[in-house]
């Protein structure tokens, strides 16, 4: 197990102690934040999105042994990977398309 500390700093950018870590890269509009640690999106959480679709805590970006995986909290409206709906944890690759209400994140690099 690895302890590891994050700070988001202005540009958005999660970072972290624990150096081989792959960050997680998206792509928001013209918009890319890098992430080490997990994180939830929403209109609340780690990475606000500004989508009236989107719920509080809507979906949450997990690292699990060296691979990003996108969920699902319970949302109203869904979320869906590459235009499909998403009932379970699911991993992602580069290059994937993560929809939360009108908001459309791509997966620059993982």
């Not at 939360?100 to 791509?106: E, K, L, S």
Request: glycine residues 10%; aromatic residues 6%.
């Amino acid at each position: 197990m690895v302890a590891v500390s994050a700070v988001t700093t202005q540009t958005g950018k999660t970072t972290s102690e624990a150096s081989h870590i792959t960050p997680l890269v998206i792509q928001t509009g013209d918009q890319r934040q890098s992430f080490e640690v997990d994180f939830t999106v929403g209109r609340q959480g780690e990475l606000v999105i500004d989508d009236e679709f989107a719920s509080g805590r809507h979906a949450r970006f997990r690292l699990v042994r060296g691979l990003w995986y996108v969920q699902d909290l319970g949302s109203t409206n869904g979320t869906s990977l590459n235009g499909l709906r998403i009932h379970a944890n699911q991993l992602l690759r580069k290059g994937d398309k993560v929809r939360i209400g009108h908001t459309v994140m791509v997966v620059v690099s993982v």
